[in-house]
C-alpha cells in the first residue's frame, strides 16, 4: 500500500504517520525528518537545505525528489510506504506518478488532514519534539511527564528553528500557496480523502484507519 499524507505543518501528519506505518508494516518517509538527519550528519545535502528550512521555504524540487526516489527504491519500500511532507508542489506530485507509473505502480490513497491556521500556529508556537523518536509534544495542551524529556525513550526535547513565530506564518504561506493545489490535483485523479485533524489524535486516526482498510 503506497500512502500519502497532505495537511499544512502542524496538522499531525508526523504522529498519524507512525501509527499508519505500524498498523500496515510499510514504512514511514518522512521529507522533513531526512532533511534533519542529513543536517545531524553535517552532509552537503542538509548544508543546502538549511537555509531554505530555517526560513520556512520549501527546499528546490530536483533536491526533494532525488532524495525521496532514494529512499523509496531502497528494498525495504517494496511493501509500501506512508509519504509524509512529500510530495509538496505539483512538480513533486507529477514526477512521483511519472516513476511510479514507469513500474506499473501507483499511489493507493491520498488522506488530507484538515486543520485551520488559527489552530496551526498554537500547535506549532508551543511545540516541542524528541530528538531521538520525533514525538511531538506541547508546553500546555499535551506536556511530557517529566519537563523536557520525551515519556517514551527519555530522549531530550527540542523546538525546532522552524517552529519561531516568523517561520511558523511563512511555512502557513507556502503551505497554500505552493501545497494546497495538490488537493485539487489527487481530486482529480479520484484518491483524495479528507479528514478532519481537529479531533483527538485518536479519533483523527481512527478516521485515517478506517479510510484505509
Ligand atoms: P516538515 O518537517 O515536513 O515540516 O519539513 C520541514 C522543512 O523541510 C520544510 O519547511 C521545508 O523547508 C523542507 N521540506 C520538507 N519536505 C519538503 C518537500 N517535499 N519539498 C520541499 N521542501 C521540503
Known amino acids: 500500500m503506497r500512502i500519502v499524507l497532505l495537511g499544512p505543518p502542524g496538522a499531525g501528519k508526523g504522529t498519524q504517520a507512525k501509527t499508519i506505518s505500524e498498523t500496515l508494516a510499510v514504512i514511514h518517509v518522512a521529507s522533513g525528518d531526512l532533511l534533519r538527519e542529513n543536517q545531524n550528519k553535517g552532509t552537503e545535502l542538509g548544508e543546502m537545505a538549511r537555509g531554505y528550512m530555517q526560513k520556512g521555504l520549501l527546499v528546490p524540487d530536483d533536491v526533494i525528489i532525488g532524495m525521496i526516489q532514494d529512499r523509496i527504491s531502497n528494498p525495504d519500500a517494496t511493501n509500501g510506504y506512508v509519504l509524509d511532507g512529500f510530495p509538496r508542489t505539483l512538480e513533486q506530485a507529477s514526477s512521483l506518478d511519472a516513476a511510479l507509473s514507469s513500474q506499473n505502480q501507483h499511489i493507493d490513497k491520498v488522506l488530507n488532514i484538515k486543520v485551520s491556521d488559527s489552530e496551526l500556529i498554537v500547535r506549532l508556537s508551543g511545540r516541542w519534539i524528541c530528538r531521538d523518536c520525533q514525538r511531538p509534544y506541547h508546553e500546555t ?52 480523502v479528507e479528514i478532519n485533524g481537529e479531533q483527538s489524535i485518536e479519533d483523527v486516526r481512527k478516521d485515517l484507519l478506517e479510510t484505509i482498510s
Open 141 to 192: 495542551n499535551s506536556k511530557p511527564k517529566k519537563q523536557g524529556m520525551c515519556d517514551e525513550c527519555n530522549g531530550e526535547l527540542y523546538q525546532r528553528e522552524d517552529d519561531t513565530s516568523d517561520a511558523v506564518s511563512k511555512r502557513i504561506q507556502v503551505y497554500s500557496n505552493q501545497t494546497a493545489p495538490l488537493i485539487e490535483y489527487y481530486k482529480e485523479r479520484g484518491n483524495l
